[in-house]
């Protein structure tokens, strides 16, 4: 079972870290405030922030798994499995802005759900992958050695054809 790990981008890491940063900054501010209130809206501020962290941590691609008879994209906490015989093509991108509606905006990854109904995955815009199924649904994503992949994959979807 071949495993292509997912690796954040430079630009994904700093989006991350200013944001957990700034945010730590802001629950700081807010407690030292010296307000009636300023402790309890710093908890719930402080609940509201990291429910935001442990959602897209969680939805953030981890590694991309071949097996026998599906791709699994995984996710930190759970996974997609797409059989082979339901892709209709997989090809790399090049490196592009992506036009988001409503997602992470590049925190732990550029994750979310567009409003064509494109699942979006992707640590990293120069390694991207538009994997399109049989029924039109798309995913995005991203892994190391995405050549590679997309080979597999083509080799594995004409395997299922013939």
């Known amino acids: 079972m071949p495993i292509n ?3 954040s981008s430079n630009s994904v890491k700093v989006i991350t870290f200013g944001g957990i940063l700034i945010l730590i900054s802001v629950l700081i501010s807010i407690v030292f405030l010296n307000q009636e209130y300023s402790l309890l809206i710093a908890i719930i501020v402080g609940a509201s922030i990291l429910s935001f962290f442990l959602y897209f941590f969680a939805n953030s691609l981890n590694k991309v798994m071949l097996q026998d008879k599906s791709l699994i994209l995984k996710n930190n906490m759970g996974k997609i499995e797409i059989a082979f015989s339901e892709i209709k093509s997989i090809n790399t991108l090049q490196p592009t802005a992506i036009t988001m509606t409503m997602g992470s905006k590049g925190f732990f990854g550029f994750v979310e759900t567009k409003m064509d109904g494109t ?3 992707i640590k990293n815009r120069k390694q991207m992958i538009l994997l399109t199924t049989t029924s039109n649904k798309k995913y995005l994503f991203s892994c190391d050695n995405k ?3 997309v080979a597999a994959v083509s ?7 013939v």
Do not use: A, E, Y
């Open 5 to 7: 790990p997912s690796k």
């Open 119 to 121: 699942v979006s995955l």
């Open 147 to 149: 050549s590679d992949l």
């Open 155 to 161: 080799t594995k979807i004409k395997g299922n054809t």
